[in-house]
DNA sequence: TCCAGCATTGTGTGATCACACTTTTTATGG
DNA sequence: CCATAAAAAGTGTGATCACACAATGCTGGA
């Protein structure tokens, strides 16, 4: 079970050292993907046989993952995937109506004609992908966007905060994807905001995105039922083993 | 080792049910009060032994740390306390100056009468300690006086973001704590909180306390030597062990 | 006196076990 | 047939150990 370490090559997509680090990664992936549906139990023992793992690296990060909010602790020590009720998700898009325009703000004087660029491109891949009805693309290429923006401003306390916002909001606009793709306000914000930061407008980009978020929000609460089974979730299968 | 699990009484301070947790706690209060110096090396086994308690439970409370920034780990794996530099020092400041004030919005309508009395207490006490010259009494007012709000607003994602930011935030304001007595712009902006707060004017409680956060920043990123060594540390004595 | 080399110690990681507790299942009684 | 109790899985916690690696110290030579 010590593969991955000795065998640093190969495995491209969880290359991080540690088992912690590898098992923290898969259970972080399958919850942003909607694997798991709210209210599952993830034993440690369960989701340990599932990774191929022993037990202590799945603690380890099923715990980091609690911390993060991304999962929560029943009083037993089990940890369960979250229900969202519709005030945390208010809170949610509260919290996330003041950082996200922040970060925006600190990054706009930082941003290089590449980024710009690749900005550009994003907001393509997002158009495109909304003509083909392809809504995990579109949700792909929003994330993709941002992220561009929230990493560029170099502030790492402020982007493990949003990282973890995110982490919190994905199975919500994965289960809502779409519905999403019926609203599409996003496209017409994202053009206002490219168009700010080719000005070097901090204010008027942060606003711009400020607005895409209370109305993504605002959509979403009238157009979800909460605590509410899912569609179609994997469960511990979508966790295969580690090598 | 266990006494303190079959022993539920007593123990006014480390109630706290799972060594994990009395563990953490130690260490959270160790660090919010000083008691180490940025830079210094926490090793597990040094822990362990200073606490009283096995490996175990001080890897997950140093884990868990770390996770909220409250620790730093190094490649090798070991946790030392973050040296706060100065643009990270900025960018803690600029956090707290959206997110407190989002905190206080949304506490103002849920304030009882009970709870601003509470305040006024604290309040008091602040200008008590002023008088005294009593540094850490005016800290500890101060904190009792803002957490009264944000644990008011009943938002618990954001109340975990916020202490974590106070708990980045600690180490630097204990040191300062001989500076921040000469300066004292809390005084008035929490007397001008609490009087918004009594007319329920939500946006100028907010105001106020963006005021505060944002002068107490501005005056420590200039009385402040970054990346110094503290006055007098204790280190791992500070940690009694568990009982 | 200084530096190279090695041995010693200290370190985090991860596996495994015993224990107490909880949840589920099964059997037993009404 | 159902409710209740007893038994059986399942569970997290925490201690302990082996291992690989890093840092530290010491000893030997130049």
Redesign the interface.
């Known amino acids: 079970m010590l593969d991955a370490r000795t065998d640093p090559a190969e495995a491209g997509e969880p290359p991080g050292g540690t088992l912690d680090e590898q098992a923290y990664r898969r259970l972080r992936t399958a919850l942003v993907e909607g694997a798991f549906a709210p209210g599952d139990r993830l034993s440690i023992r369960r989701v340990a046989v599932a990774l191929g793992v022993s037990a202590m690296p799945v603690r ?1 990060a099923l ?2 993952l609690a ?3 991304a999962l929560d602790i029943l009083p037993s020590g089990t940890a369960i995937v979250p229900r969202l009720t519709q005030p ?1 998700f208010a ?2 898009g ?2 996330r109506a ?2 996200e325009p ?1 970060a925006m703000r ?1 990054a706009t004087p930082k941003l290089t004609p590449a980024l710009l660029d690749a900005l550009d491109q994003r907001l393509a891949e997002h158009i495109q992908a909304r003509e083909r009805s392809d809504p995990e693309a579109v949700l792909k290429a929003d994330r993709s966007f941002l992220f561009i923006v929230y990493q560029a401003c170099e ?4 982007l ?2 949003i990282e973890s916002l995110w982490l ?1 909001r994905g199975p919500v606009f994965w289960e809502a994807r779409w519905s999403l793709l019926s609203h599409g306000g996003v496209r017409h914000h994202h053009r206002e905001i490219l168009a700010a930061l080719r000005h070097g407008d901090a204010a008027e980009a942060a606003l711009a995105l400020r607005q895409e978020i209370t109305s993504a929000t605002a959509f979403l609460m009238t157009h979800l039922q909460f605590a509410n089974g899912p569609s179609t979730p994997m469960g511990l299968a979508a966790l295969a083993p580690v090598r």
Chains 1, 2 share one sequence.
């Open positions: 380890t715990r980091r911390v993060e909010q945390a809170e949610l509260a919290i003041e950082l922040l600190m502030a790492p306390m402020l493990q905060f919190r």
